[in-house]
């Protein structure tokens, strides 16, 4: 069933034109699920824009990863067009980018939207983009993606530190053997070593969500 290879999508409006959308792990690499999860994400958008939403929060907290590119896909209206990210190998690179509704892979499409949805600089004014220990591999690459952005910035704690490229080869006995085989550059072609650390480091609360309510006292400070 879908609802066990993908988490749930959380999306509102907070206060004063503050999008937020937890975006979850994604472990499945069917087209037509991969097509679904990223329409329904542009869908959340969509709906979040026209209520008002004009500055966001996206929260990776508990996307522990599975396959990056309906995540791209989906969050490509706020991602913007270009190379977000770069898969390095020893004797080459190959660019991770998004393009009118597509996540691409090199020159290679990874996965399509149905209606794509464009957002323009004032519907998308800034971006906080949440992230903790849980955050790691797909879930670090989306967050990698919006890395180098001017009007974005990142709250929480360190990710787990997946930062690598896996590729699946299958045995002769039918098992799976699955190999890091690259390593991650954000948009400027800067090489991640390990964790990504958040530009503000938030400890957990107990009481309250610490890292969201601070993102929202950023957002409407501006």
């Not at 409006?13 to 542009?42: E, F, H, K």
């Not at 998308?124 to 790691?136: A, C, F, R, W």
Request: overall charge neutral.
């Amino acid at each position: 069933a879908l609802r066990e290879l993908v988490g749930m999508i959380k999306a509102e409006i907070t206060a004063d034109g503050v999008g937020y959308i937890s975006v979850p792990y994604i472990s499945t690499t069917d087209d037509a699920s991969c097509r679904l999860l990223a329409d329904s994400l542009q869908k959340q958008i969509k709906k979040l824009a026209q209520q008002g939403a004009v500055n966001w929060i996206i929260d990776l907290r508990n996307n522990t990863g599975g396959n990056c590119w309906p995540m791209l896909a989906g969050m490509g209206p706020l991602i913007g067009e270009g190379v977000c990210g770069y898969f390095v190998k020893p004797d080459r690179s190959t660019t991770i980018s998004y393009h009118n509704g597509i996540a691409w892979h090199g020159k290679t499409a990874m996965c399509i939207v149905s209606s794509p949805l464009t957002l323009s600089e004032m519907e998308k004014k800034n971006i906080v983009i949440l992230t903790g220990p849980e955050t790691s591999s797909a879930g670090e690459i989306l967050a990698l993606a919006f890395r180098g952005i001017p009007n974005v910035r990142t709250m929480g704690e360190a990710t787990a530190g997946l930062t690598t490229g896996n590729a699946p080869y299958t045995m002769l006995d039918g098992s799976m053997l699955i190999l890091s085989v690259c390593r991650e550059a954000d948009r400027k072609g800067v090489i991640v070593e390990g964790k990504l650390q958040p530009d503000d480091k938030i400890a957990p609360s107990t009481a309250e969500d610490a890292a969201r309510s601070a993102a929202v006292m950023w957002l409407q400070s501006l």
